[in-house]
């Protein structure tokens, strides 16, 4: 059974840094491609940023390049989201994801951790 676990999330003050962690079991994921989501109150879920397991290549939306950066550590199937500069914009529930290289979808999702940046 595929998880995917989210944590590092809190309430931090505008211009402050956090990194989250998602911790991925239940399968092999070196064909598969990671990402982070977001959902504020009342909008919809937005794609943030992404990497491939096996590579490494990354990318990103436009609102948060050079902000914050993905990695991912094999040895731990673990995928880290290093948010800096945030904005009380950044505010939202932050979702881990996996999907196939061979799919536009993520196939498995995670709880979500809930990311508060204070103005």
């Known amino acids: 059974q595929v998880q995917l676990v989210e944590s590092g999330g809190g309430l931090v003050q505008a211009g402050g840094s956090l990194r989250l962690s998602c911790a991925a079991s239940g399968r092999t994921f070196s064909n598969y491609r990671l990402g982070w989501f977001r959902q504020a109150p009342g909008k919809e879920r937005e794609f943030v940023a992404g990497?491939?397991?096996?590579?490494?290549?990354?990318y990103y939306a436009d609102s948060v390049k050079g902000r914050f950066t993905i990695s991912r550590d094999n040895a731990k199937n673990t995928v880290y989201l290093q948010m800096n500069s945030l904005k009380f914009e950044d505010t939202a529930v932050y979702y881990c994801?996996?999907?196939?290289?061979?799919?536009?979808?993520?196939?498995?999702w995670g709880q979500g951790t809930q990311v508060t940046v204070s103005s």
């Open positions: 990497i491939t397991w096996r590579g490494g290549n990354t």
């Open positions: 994801a996996a999907g196939p290289y061979s799919s536009r979808n993520y196939d498995y």
